[in-house]
């Protein structure tokens, strides 16, 4: 773009722009050298956001108007979603903009409902922690429990929804007419971030079971992990690594008891078992870790654990869903490590197998800690997906990316909003990032008007 600096006016314009720009960037580079901005992809590359200007073309436009699949049904059986692009996707993840949108969780319901009757998908993953959702799972398979009690009891707000319940109501009554094989599993393939004591107290259970009389000795080699992340960053070196080491010792005596333990368990379990010590090590290596390596640590774990599901829990035959934030699911790069999200790692893994789709959204309210308040979006800048998409005139749509007549436009940096469970009112620019949407999304899904979801308890 040429700028024709002779004009007094536009050459002010652009002076004060570009200091200003220049400042903000000074001002997250040295927040970043200090740490406190761990998460380079939703905290630095969004300075580019607040003077961005509209660049796409009609063509965009119009080829975005001829593609898209206009959403203005209630079940997506109804507007003939297309099966076929599912065909080789043993893996397909669901991104979500924020996780507090209502119409973000219509549509992940709708889809997942739709592959998992028409497609044969049988396991769903969410973005949590396994431990979390073994009583979700136990509620689908007929184990009882009363279900109001059950999200509650998680601690989890982004579960604790209406949407959520009646969706497990759904599985329930599924997995009611399904046999074996054929009914749904739920599990989860998050870290349980500073709360180690869920996968403590299952490795308990278990070693109560198969071990009793080395309980008390192996459990208690846990004991110097049982507290929050800030708590063990107090720790001094030489206790972190003594620590460390019992982890270890733990997964090494139990895996060296493999055989014994089935006799006495089930393969099934003794994975379950193996898959929480796993976590364990995990969590210890994120928590000993620099703030800089968090986020890309707890995708490369993610991704781990998602394999795991698949090799192990799904024995390579199941399809899986995952339902997750997109900066999670979309195959990008982080920054400064060099290393890729989740949705990367698995792509490498599998390749064409893993199939994503992202979300987001033009105005609106979504939920977001604090919970005690609606959270109003900014409006998107002009270099964004979301002013792209909005320039189509449908209000809810999804665009298939994975095409040979996709534009260029798609593939060149532009801005795409990323709000996570944390939201500040006060500096909306953090809840942006930039992405090449067709080389980091197989798909997405756009609604104009955010609305949040039905939180059974605003707390």
């Not at 054929?182 to 998050?190: A, E, F, H």
Request: net charge negative; charged share 20%; proline share 5%.
């Amino acid at each position: 773009m040429k700028i024709n600096i002779s004009n007094p006016q536009i050459a002010i314009k652009y002076f004060f722009r570009g200091t200003l720009y220049l400042v903000i960037v000074l001002m997250l580079i040295a927040c970043t050298a200090s740490g406190k901005i761990p998460n380079d992809r939703a905290n630095i590359i969004y300075a580019p956001c607040i003077f961005s200007e509209k660049n796409f073309q009609k063509n965009d436009v119009q080829w975005l108007k001829t593609n898209l699949i206009a959403i203005n049904t209630p079940t997506l059986s109804e507007i003939k979603f297309p099966l076929k692009i599912f065909t080789n996707a043993d893996i397909v993840g669901l991104g979500e903009a924020t996780h507090g949108t209502h119409e973000f969780y219509d549509f992940k319901i709708d889809l997942t409902k739709y592959l998992i009757k028409f497609k044969g998908y049988r396991i769903i993953a969410f973005e949590l922690p396994m431990p979390y959702i073994y009583v979700l799972d136990d509620y689908i398979h007929g184990k009882g429990g009363d279900l109001r009690y059950l999200l509650d009891q998680m601690g989890a707000w982004v579960m604790d929804t209406e949407e959520i319940y009646n969706f497990l109501v759904w599985l329930k009554e599924f997995n009611n007419q399904a046999k074996g094989d054929q009914m749904i599993t739920l599990t989860g393939y998050d870290l349980p971030l500073n709360d180690p004591t869920s996968e403590i107290s299952i490795i308990d259970k278990y070693v109560s079971m198969v071990d009793p009389e080395n309980k008390e000795k192996i459990v208690s080699q846990l004991t110097c992990f049982n507290i929050d992340q800030y708590s063990y960053s107090l720790k001094t070196p030489t206790a972190q690594k003594d620590c460390r080491d019992n982890i270890l010792n733990v997964l090494s005596y139990i895996q060296n008891k493999r055989a014994n333990y089935i006799n006495q368990s089930s393969s099934s379990q003794f994975e379950l078992a193996i898959n929480s010590i796993t976590s364990l090590v995990q969590l210890e290596h994120l928590y000993a870790s620099s703030p800089a390596m968090a986020y890309p640590l707890r995708d490369q774990y993610m991704a781990e654990n998602v394999i795991w599901i698949h090799d192990i829990l799904g024995k390579g035959e199941k399809r899986i869903i995952l339902w997750g934030h997109n900066s999670h699911i979309g195959r990008n790069m982080y920054i400064r490590t060099k290393s890729g999200t989740m949705g990367y790692l698995l792509s490498q893994r599998y390749g064409r197998s893993y199939f994503n789709i992202g979300s987001t959204f033009y105005k609106g309210d979504f939920n977001a800690l604090p919970l005690d308040i609606n959270h109003q979006a900014m409006v998107p800048p002009e270099d964004s997906y979301e002013t792209f998409f909005k320039s189509a005139g449908t209000p809810t749509f999804y665009i298939h990316l994975d095409q040979p007549s996709t534009p260029a436009w798609f593939s060149n940096d532009h801005c795409l909003r990323s709000v996570g469970s944390m939201y500040d009112d006060n500096t909306p620019y953090s809840g942006w990032e930039v992405d090449k949407l067709s080389d980091e999304y197989d798909g997405f899904f756009y609604v104009e008007t955010s609305t949040p979801t039905n939180l059974f308890d605003r707390k």
